[in-house]
């Protein structure tokens, strides 16, 4: 896969022309980047089935009380993120797969920001997809992973056409190869599987539950140093959170926090991070947000802290 926008297209292009018809419905969450609605919206275009999308608290946490209300055996499937990369916030994935299952629907999940910061282990999950990006975990961009329950991907027709994913080929009919060969028409990007390869190599390496707990104490100091700074405002204070601190600063437009910390060394995302309607339901254009890794250190914390104070000086 090229990452998981390319791995949720494929499932809502093969699994939802085989298996989503009009009157259907499609139930993901306000809480999705892009790449998790747009597939999706496309399919019901193409098919009549409806979109329904959960909503979520002030906190950023995701509403499973409606999410309840919302199934009903017409949703075929679920498809929300594990971790968003927006708020942070760590979506009760076992708890929303078990209730899609009740129902009779398959449940995807973007893992696109969890991979790089838990022990994702799909089958304790329970989900049937699960799709996430290698340049999230240190690889190269372009990369990427769908996994999915074998006896669904079998019943899935080709998402494309080509060479390395027949079996036979006549002009009065092809048949296709088995998994994974039948979704991977055409030469890979050979160069870049080899690099995820050792990425993943890489992580297998190093004491990743120590580096996730690393994580967790720089999320829980983050949370306290910004929220100390005078004018900042936290937004996504999920309790179940991943190393992500999104926030506002007085009014001042994250886009100028972002250019004055630049200046300053100190390297962090601004913008609505591919997640619009996050922005659009706490009423704002935009964030800035910290995402913290394992190399990240509590004096780098400090230096984000320092830097957010000049910024208010600069505006006034
Ligand atoms: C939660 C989430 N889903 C999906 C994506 C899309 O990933 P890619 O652009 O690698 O396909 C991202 C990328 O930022 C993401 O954070």
Redesign the pocket.
Same mark, same amino acid.
């Given at each position: 896969m090229?990452?998981?926008?390319?791995a949720i297209n494929l499932v809502a292009f093969s699994f939802g022309n085989r298996f989503v018809g009009a009157g259907d419905e499609i139930v993901i969450s306000v809480l999705e980047?892009h790449? #998790?609605i747009v597939p999706w919206q496309m399919l019901c275009e193409r098919s009549g089935a409806h979109l329904r999308v959960i909503p979520m608290n002030d906190a950023g946490e995701l509403r499973l009380d409606v999410y309840q209300e919302m199934l009903n055996p017409r949703v075929k499937l679920v498809a929300v #993120?594990h971790?968003?990369?927006a708020l942070g916030t760590i979506n009760p994935v076992v708890e929303i797969t078990r209730l899609a299952h009740q129902v009779g629907a398959k449940v995807l999940l973007?893992g696109?920001?969890a991979a790089p910061h838990l022990r994702v282990d799909v089958q304790a999950i329970g989900c049937d997809f699960y799709a996430l990006?290698g340049?999230?975990l240190f690889g190269p961009t372009g990369s990427?992973i769908l996994w999915g329950r074998s006896e669904l991907l079998d019943a899935m027709p080709p998402y494309q056409g080509g060479g390395d994913m027949i079996r036979s080929v006549t002009f009065e009919k092809s048949t296709y190869a088995d998994l994974p060969a039948k979704f991977e028409a055409g030469t890979p990007d050979i160069g870049c599987g080899i690099g995820f390869g050792a990425a993943i190599d890489y992580l297998e390496s190093i004491d990743f539950d120590a580096a996730s707990a690393w994580e967790m104490d720089l999320l829980r100091y983050a949370t306290v140093r910004l929220s100390e700074v005078p004018g900042v405002k936290l937004v996504g204070t999920a309790a179940q959170k991943a190393s992500v601190v999104s926030f506002l600063l007085d009014g001042i437009h994250p886009h100028d926090i972002g250019t004055i910390l630049d200046s300053e060394g100190i390297a962090i995302r601004t913008g609505h991070h591919?997640a619009q309607p996050v922005m659009e339901r706490f009423g704002i254009p935009a964030t800035a947000r910290a995402s913290l890794a394992f190399y990240n250190t509590p004096a780098e914390i400090d230096t984000l802290v320092r830097g957010l104070a000049k910024v208010r000086e600069l505006f006034g």
């Open positions: 090229r990452g998981t926008t390319e980047h790449s #998790n #993120n971790v968003s990369n973007d696109a920001q990006s340049h999230k990427g591919c």
